[in-house]
């Protein structure tokens, strides 16, 4: 079931993988907030370190509760060609 996120605001922390400085905290884009899907776009200062990355969904509901994602997105950035 879809977690309704109306009047809230989701995040997502992102740093390397083995490091615990957060290289960038993005905010996230609520298209229809019943359906509790999200869209992050990931800047060029989040994507110039390259290497493995995860990031951490945070859900801050309009009372000011959070809730975390348990798991964390792993991703790896490279270098472009040429």
Avoid: C, W, Y
């Avoid at 907030?33 to 990355?53: A, I, N, P, R």
């Avoid at 969904?57 to 959070?66: G, H, K, L």
Wanted: no cysteine.
């Amino acid at each position: 079931v879809a977690l309704d996120v109306t009047g809230g605001s989701v995040r997502m922390r992102v740093r390397q993988v083995g490091r615990t400085s957060i290289i960038d905290t993005l905010l996230g884009t609520v298209p229809n907030e019943s359906e509790g899907k999200v869209t992050f776009v990931f800047d060029s200062d989040t994507l110039s370190t390259t290497g493995v990355l995860e990031g951490e969904i945070e859900f801050t509901d309009s009372a000011s509760r959070t809730q975390t994602v348990v798991d964390l997105i792993k991703f790896k950035v490279r270098s472009q060609f040429g």
